[in-house]
């Protein structure tokens, strides 16, 4: 229907910026004008053509595919369409428009014109977004954006597992919606079929684009057109309309369509003999392919790659002739094996050999021996060489076309041909012909074709090149058809015929410069191209007339789209898509250089239909499924894939959004943001989150009601220096509250200067009871001496103030307790306030009045001293504290000097008078004795351990040293406050802040043991340890406890998860162990249950030590919160600032995430070695994991292990007992633990859940022989002697020595000889292995070890005792640290600080390989290597080795200056040679203790004996193992073979094939019969498989009469050196029969001539 016939109404409520020219549609910012929007809103309308509009106002109403012509701008009327809806996606809707293209390219050309014609927010994908792994990133992308363009792959992909949900999507464009045919299983197709299948409530509205309705080779049929067109408006829903050409004609030019004639084509005897020869090259190179049966199938590849080639270099050479073939050979010769398939367009990657490159070679030398002249190669644009068989008679035709084409301005031209590599060939011969200087030649292939040379770049670069003028002929395949924004051209020419009327529509549509031509090449002896043609012309008339007639409402049949939904997520997968999800799933799979995981398809024909088998790799849970009867070999095996999913979604390979869980790699910052401390996830890197520090509650009790007397408990203070060297005050320490058994006795060591030390242990001294004036003299006292100790400057005044503020002191202090002088009644520890000390230092005169103080002028009494502030009694002056403005210091007076006065000798050799003259001091009494002074004390921090400090760090105040000083230059301050005093007072604020930590510790050693039992098990010490990090600067740390309970973690939630979930593969439970043990799921549990609160994360500052009588003056509120801590928490990172540098009346402090999680996991080691594993799985589940089991779990494991016991025969099993030294009860475990995962005859399953379990039991025993053996070790020279101990190559070579890798059962040929290098190698004598480069170690020789250590571990419960004697039997060599020895990686890097050179590794990936490259950069050294593999650590393991080799051989090269100057700057900057050798010199130091299982505690599991396991059917997963192969997937498919005639051999192999089947038939539960298949189908088979010409059968004799004759066949088949084989069956009276019987015998022939493999 012509839309210019029509009248569309806009639907009610909604105003159609098409039929309204004024109506904008556009958000503005608030506070902007809707006029100035208007004003520069970008409006489409303004350049649309009416047609465009017409189409518009239809898609407004209805779902529309819009038919036009290339150029005929069916994009603009898309942006219309966006302009016209785009009330429905405008932010801040949430709802978006979806816009579809095929290819890469055209999603950017499109993208870029609609950002161009309208205001709309649009994103572009195409290709790998690796950025876009999941939900949360595709939810960002829809807030970002109104439109999204993208290939359809990516939105099949977002639907299929509801990263987009369908219901936001309003707008859905199809750009070349040609491709959503029925009978395909295209994306387009698989969108629809799904939105269909669902019944969306709100379905999006549909647009399509085309230039051709009908795509392939139906619209040639008759009836077909109308099916075609009626089929794609029912998967799309949508109605097709069109425009008639005389609306077009003014806006879009129709080219002269011409064509021109070469030939005829006929075989000359120049081209004869051509072909005669490449033949007989190829011949010679097939005859060279051995016929070992071993290496069949890469015989067979070979050959199929060898004629391919040869078919592809005939072609050239009969489409371009002997310079074409000659250009294409050197072109294969030129690329990689990945590309020369490509070049092939092969649909099977086949590897490279010798024997191709052979053949190329030999073609090539061919081609040029035939372009010579006088020994020359010839030019290639010299004028005699244009003749055949130079050029063919079709390249003669074009080069004629081109050179008489009119010269005009700016003239384009594109050639079409079908073979990418006729398009490389045919480019450069057009461009070294210079009498076609004026076209400048380039070409154009598919960006997915493989080509290096034409990558996305480099495409864009050709395109713009030709829009330029730069390149003004291209050589294109199909790729320049449709989509590609190409210039508009004068002239296109098909140099291959199309192959579709799409294909025909669309290149014509180039040709659309006014004047411009269409022309075809057509070989005039070949009728059958001249009517393709007429075909093309009559078909695309049809289907005009079709569009806007109907004559037909039938579609094509189409089975329905089955579909797996999960309700719980909305994710649903069609079975299109499952194909591919099956395939990215078995990719998932655990996977090395050795083992690439895959599935593989067989097909059946059974009397309903086609069944598909799919054999999933040993590794999946899911060994094998097989399909319903389906009506062909594509639907089966969608239908086979589909069902597959489901199963792996119902076992939990496939999470609730059906993706492989391994592509759920949650990071730890997307974790984290998850949290609810609204933190954002950038700033987690760069600070911690403020978390309140718990005051412990028995400080938090306050005395009340002072009108009666108040009772404390007091506890004695004991002090004992050593050396004896000073004396301490008595003091003790009193609260309200009691304390808790664990702390009233508490002990501790405080380190002093110069290696001195004070031990420090509380004694509970009972109660002692307080009136009202003793409780305020108490807490004066104690605001005073903290006064002098922390605000020391208040002193300097004549006054100062106590006891006016107690209220409010109380009312800010957090806690409350005294700290007062005590008189100690040894008798029975009771102790008493020394209230007379109290007393006298309170009356001191700073306490007084002014006018109290007035002190006399006059001359002092005999005993009495001149001070600056009055005279005072010696009595009042010794012992005292004073204050000495020359020095602004306090001394501690500790005696009087009667022998010295002003007049005596000073330290510098002159008098005291003559001292102070020079300070500017005048002495008015120097006849007075001088006093013996101390200089009051600064506060430290004595918890840190400061012996190892040299002493000459220490300041001079901190020395025992004494001042003489003369009286009158002192003022007094406090009396009776001496040096015991302030010796004592010194470690008064370290003893608390420890009596604190040690409070809080006990407090969540009881909040656990009121939770469960087991929490009252673990001392409060070990508590605290727990909880105290390194920088709290302690001597001790969590750090330990963290290695040990880390390993455990690993241990129990592996075993859990093992037990849980035995459909889970290796990789799978790595993964999800590492999701629950992560430090981003800690941090989550530990918050949760609010043990952030009890973290001790600061070094003690004494400076911010508060208590009753020093309150913490920085007052925190919820409004002052982020003011007091915002500077400090932000910057911490970057200026280095310490997070204790601010400390709040709520005591907030900056913690990071991890510091938590390690917290969570130091508890878990604190529980293991005080309580045992009970205890620790009871904290475990206390915070949230659940890691329990029974012993159903374990037999389970045992019931599934007996289906390895098909393999007894194939292991010596008491052999391998006897090296592991343990027998087993469940054989099965043993045998499994041998099975790599390329091995796949069992069943399905390998050793890789084994080693998972063993890998975690073996970490955890390891580090409990390290913690026990080795206490004194730092927490990260444990962590590098666990991860020398756990390394796969020290298990490697434990394997190699108990001689494990004998009884592997493995399918890789390669894995075995890399095996054979290895074990070669380490078994090579110590004189001579210097002499032979170390190959590289296979991973599986340490995975043995792994797996063996989990069998033995299953097989007897989890008997961790027996696992732990078998350890030292297994390791003992691993734990002789002689070698010891960093990872290459970190080694690398501490080698590189020391130097203070600069270490980078850069990454890269191409497909499954990585590379990674180590830079060092430095002075005087500039090194770079490089290193591949399948795996990325170990790629950057091996560059790290490389880089670190290379560093030895320089050093080893240096001249012996250089290598002084180098061990020179090591020892300065404490550098890679001093460090490396740091642990090896602490173990031969340190005392080897006994080895401990730390904590193991638990009864092991009584398994149920083997005998009690009822045997399974092992499990058949190849329906034949005969040499007739089943068919994969891309072959025919296998029916089962049954024949009565056969000759022996044969015959006895196809019984045999015939029981498999049936066994498996019947195992498998497989509906129907199996079809009997006849010799010739396998004949023809073989043919193929060897590239072979088909066999020819032929009656060669007919006997008997009419009503009972009888027939002899014979069969010929042309097989390797030109031979031909005639094979002749007996006499049948059916032909069929006697055909059948010649084919048994060439089967037989085939097979005992090792054609075919022989059957095992």
Known sequence: ?????????????????????????????????????????????????????????????????????????????????????????????????????????????????????????????????????GHLDWEKEIEQYEILVMIPEILLRNLSHCFIRRELISLLIFDECHHAQARSNHPYTQIMKAYNKLNIIKPPRIFGMTASPIVGKGASEEGSVSKCINSLEKILDAKVYSVEDTDLKCFVASPEVKIYYYGPVTKNISSSHILKNLEEIKRQCISMLSKNTEDHSRRRSIKKMLCRLHDNLIFCLEKIGLWGALQASRRFLSVDYGERNELLEAEENFNGDLLCDNYLAKAASF?????????????????????????????????????????????????????????????????????????KCGFLVGVHSGMKSMSRKNMKNILEKFRSGQLNLLVATKVGEEGLDIQTCCLVIRFDLPETVASFIQSRGRARMPQSEYAFLVNSGNNKELALIENFKTDEDRMNKEIFVRTSSETFADTEEKL????????????????????HYCAMLPHDEYFDPKPEFYFFDDEDGTVCHIIFPSNSPLPQVISTPEPSIEEAKRIACLKACEQLHKIGALNDYLLPCQDIGIDEESMLSTSDSGVCEGSILLRGELHEMLIPAALRQPWTNLENSVYLNSYFIRTIPCPEDRVYKKFGFLVKAPLPKEAERMKLDLQLAHQRSVSIELIPSGLVEFNKNEILQAQNFQEMFLKIILHRSEFVSERVQLGDSNDSYKACSSTFYLLLPVILNDDNNKITVDWKSIKRCLSSPIFRNPAENAGSGYSPLIGELQ????????????????????KNAFFFVADIIAEKNG??????????????????IQLSRPEQPLLKAKQLF?????????????????????????????????????????????????????IMHRLENLLVAIELKHALSTSFPEGAEVTADRVLEALTTAKCMERFSLERLEVLGDAFLKYVVGRHLFLFHDALDEGELTRRRSNIVNNSNLFKMATRNNLQVYIRDQSFDPSQFYALGHPCPVICSKGTENYIHSQVGSSEKANG??????????????????????????????????????????????????????SSHVNNIYVKSSEYLSLVADVDIPSLEKLIGYLFQHKGLLLQAFVHPSYNKHGGGCYQRLEYLGDAVLDYLITSYLYSTYPKLKPGQLTDLRSVCVDNKSFANVAVQRSFHKFLLCDSSNLLEAIDKYVGFIETPSSEDHMIKEPKCPKVLGDLVESSVGAVLLDNGFNLERVWEILFSFLDPVMIFSSFQLHPVRELQELCQSKNWQVVFRRSQDGSTFSVEAKVDGEGIKLSTCATNISRKEAKKVAAQQAIAELKVSFDRASSSDKSWLLAESEKHRGYMHKSKTVEEVIKSSCKMEAKLIGYNEAPINSIPPDAIESEPSKVLEPSRSNFKLKKHKEAPLIKLLSKGLHSSVAAAIEQDNENAEDMSSDSQIAGQWCKKTAKSVLHEVCADNSWKAPIYECVKEEGPSHQKLFTFKVVLEIEDSKNLECFGEPRGRKKDAAEHAAEGALWYLQNTGFLPTRE
Not at 564 to 583: E, N, P, R
Not at 867 to 886: H, M
Not at 961 to 973: A, G, I, N, S, Y
Not at 1154 to 1179: H, N, P, Q, R, Y
Request: glycine letters at 6%; a neutral charge; hydrophobic letters at 40%.
């Open 903 to 920: 007049y005596s000798t000073s330290t510098s050799g002159a008098s005291h008078v003559d001292h102070f003259k020079t300070l500017r």
């Open 938 to 990: 600064s506060l430290r921090n004595l918890l840190h351990d400061r012996k190892k400090e040299h002493s000459g760090s220490e300041t001079r105040e901190s020395e025992e040293h004494f001042f003489e000083v003369p009286p009158e230059l002192c003022e007094l301050k406090i009396i009776g406050f001496s040096k015991d005093f302030g010796s004592t007072i010194s470690l008064l604020p370290s």
């Open 1137 to 1190: 600032a310490k997070a204790n540098d601010v400390r709040c009346s709520k005591c907030h402090h900056w913690l990071h995430r991890k510091t938590i999680s390690d917290v969570v996991e130091a508890l878990v080691g604190a529980f293991l070695v005080d309580s045992g594993f009970k205890a620790a799985i009871s904290f475990l589940r206390w915070i949230g994991i659940t890691v329990d089991f029974d």
């Open 1 to 133: 229907m012509a839309v210019t016939e029509l009248e569309v109404e806009s639907s009610q409520g909604v105003d159609c910026p098409i039929t309204e020219a004024h109506s904008v549609l556009s958000i503005v910012d608030e506070g902007q004008s809707s006029s100035s929007a208007q004003s520069t809103e970008k409006d489409p309308r303004k350049n649309a053509r009416q047609y465009q509009l017409d189409l518009c106002k239809i898609a407004v109403e209805e779902n529309i595919i819009v038919y036009l012509g290339t150029g005929c701008g069916k994009t603009h009327i898309a942006v219309l369409l966006i302009y016209a809806l785009g009330h429905l996606i405008r932010k801040p809707q949430k709802n978006i428009c979806v816009f579809l293209a095929p290819t890469v390219a055209l999603v950017q050309q499109q993208a870029k014109v609609i950002k161009e014609s309208i205001d709309f927010k649009v994103g572009t994908y195409g290709g790998r977004s690796k950025r876009l792994k």
């Open 867 to 886: 001070l600056a502030n009055g005279s005072r009694n010696e009595d009042e002056v010794v012992n005292s504290l004073v204050y000495a403005p020359y």
């Open 367 to 439: 081609f040029s021996s035939h372009c010579m002249r006088d020994g020359v190669e010839m030019d290639i644009s010299s004028v005699d060489v244009l003749k055949e068989p130079f050029f063919s008679k079709k390249l003669l035709c074009l080069i004629r076309i081109l050179s008489n084409f009119r010269l005009q301005p700016n003239m384009k031209c594109i050639v079409f041909v079908n073979r990418i590599v006729v398009a490389q060939s045919l480019s450069y011969i057009l461009q070294n012909l210079k009498f076609l200087a004026s076209w």
């Open 564 to 583: 797996y939904k999960v309700d719980s997520s909305g994710a649903s997968i069609t079975a299109g898509y499952s194909v591919s999800l099956i395939h």
